[in-house]
Structure formats: C-alpha cells, structure tokens
C-alpha cells in the first residue's frame, strides 16, 4: 500500500535502541505511543489544550512490518468513510521511509478537518483478525484463565490529564500475555529449543477507567481461539475491587525463526 494522498502527517519520531525488545524489533508500546500523539495532534484545536489519553475509548491496530534501531517513523491521520462502526473513525498509517509498518484505527473518531478516505483506500487497516464491533464481556470458554499482579498506578503511568497512558496499557497486557503464554508451555526455552516463537498481527484495546494512584491491578487472560498458525487471546486489566481498567485483545502468529 502506498501512503501517497493518505492523509495528513501528524506525528514523528526515530525509532531509539532503548525501545526495542529481546527481537530487536521496536517494541509494540511504541507503535501505541506514535498512534497516541497523532491522535492528540488531531484532537487538540489551534490554540487549544490536548484531551490527553482519553481521546479514545478504543485502537484498533494491525502491524504489518518490523522496524529496526535509526528507522524514521511518520504517522498519517485521515477520517474514514464507511458502513458502522467504522464510519468516522480517525485511521491512522504509521510508516517508514515511505513503507507501511502499522496502522490503528481510533473509536469513536469525529475529528473535524482531516482528509476523508475509503475503506477500499486503506485496506490494510481494516478489521480482520478481529471483529471490528467493540467487545463488552468476558468470554465464557477458551484456555484456563491465568492470572498476574501488575504492580500498583504509579504517577508515571499517566499522562498530565491523570489518565493512564496507552503505552502503558499495552505494556500491561504484553506482561500478562508473556506470563501466559510461559504457563501454557510456550516459554523462551521452548523458542530456543525449536526456533519457533510468535509475533502480534492485530491488538485492540479498550478502555474503561482509571483508578487512583498506588491502586493495585490485576490481569486475568484467555486464549479464545486457535486457528492454523494464528490464535487470539483476551487479557482484562483491572483493581483488586474487581473494576475493569481495560480490555485487551490480541491476534498473534507463531512464526519459524529459520525460515520468515
């Protein structure tokens, strides 16, 4: 996909050496934090104050390549056009000397003086592992549930509004699926031994609140589905009264080291 006519910059950065992970590949938290700033940059008025974390309720993202230590990273904001729930959202294309690495699409939208596009423009933005209704409940059925504590709300988890930041968000859901994926026998050992690991291909988040600082959270996760080589994972953050802070989802893929 081209991102000539896609959009309207909104954001740029570098990718750093301390913001990549054991692959060497920019860590997803911040593809999120790029798609957090765009977002902000559109939302924020000509003179106005930025709305902060919250401007969203819910990202969609899909990643489609690897960036690596020096790489240029410039987002590209648009309005979409077309049926619900996707109508109006804000869709974002994250790229690298002119190469698509990422895109989000950020509900519920309704940002005024952006480019419009089409879903037949931007095709690798849409919706495909998952669903692109917003989720509401736990599932009932899948793995056994596994459960890890997070930590407490630390000021250096939120934003200057005293909302938590998106980036910390998908860190908290990176720990959780790391710990599940361990207990379900898909270690780093298992990596080492067979060459074999997994890679994000599509994450949702959707937020709920923000409990106060030094409040205790939780995360309790699920794979929901397993389907070839892809299989899909619920992971809800929440405090130890049981309120729901997020709800994560994630599609992932098991790739070949050797071989990809």
């Known amino acids: 996909m081209h991102t000539d006519g896609i959009g309207q910059p909104t954001h740029h950065t570098r990718v750093q050496r301390w913001e990549c992970d054991y692959n060497d590949h920019w860590n997803t938290c911040f593809y999120g934090r790029s798609f957090q700033m765009a977002a902000e940059t559109v939302a924020t008025p000509s003179g106005g104050a930025s709305p902060g974390a919250g401007v969203i309720r819910s990202r969609h993202m899909r990643f489609h390549r690897e960036l690596f230590v020096s790489a240029p990273v410039t987002v590209y904001s648009a309005s979409l056009d077309g049926e619900p729930p996707l109508h109006g959202t804000v869709v974002h294309v994250l790229t690298s000397s002119g190469q698509v690495a990422a895109t989000a699409i950020d509900f519920p939208g309704g940002a005024t003086g952006l480019p419009r596009v089409s879903p037949e423009d931007i095709p690798l933005a849409m919706p495909r592992g998952l669903e692109p209704q917003l989720p509401n409940v736990w599932p009932e059925s899948g793995s056994r549930e596994t459960m890890v ?77 397993i389907k070839g080589k892809n299989f899909w994972t619920t992971h809800r953050i929440f405090t130890n009264t049981d309120a729901t802070v997020a709800l994560i989802e994630q599609c992932l893929v098991t790739v070949d080291l050797t071989v990809r």
Do not use: C, Y
Not at 192 to 209: F, W
């Open 149 to 225: 504590a997070l930590g407490t709300v630390q000021s250096v988890d939120l934003d200057f509004t005293g909302t938590l930041t998106f980036e910390r968000l998908i860190q908290h859901g990176s720990t959780a699926s790391h710990h599940q994926l361990d207990s379900l026998g898909f270690s780093a050992s298992f990596s080492d031994r067979t060459h074999i690991n997994r890679m994000a291909v599509e994450h949702r988040i959707t937020r709920a609140m923000t409990p106060p600082l030094g409040t205790p959270l939780w995360a309790v996760s699920r794979i929901t589905r």
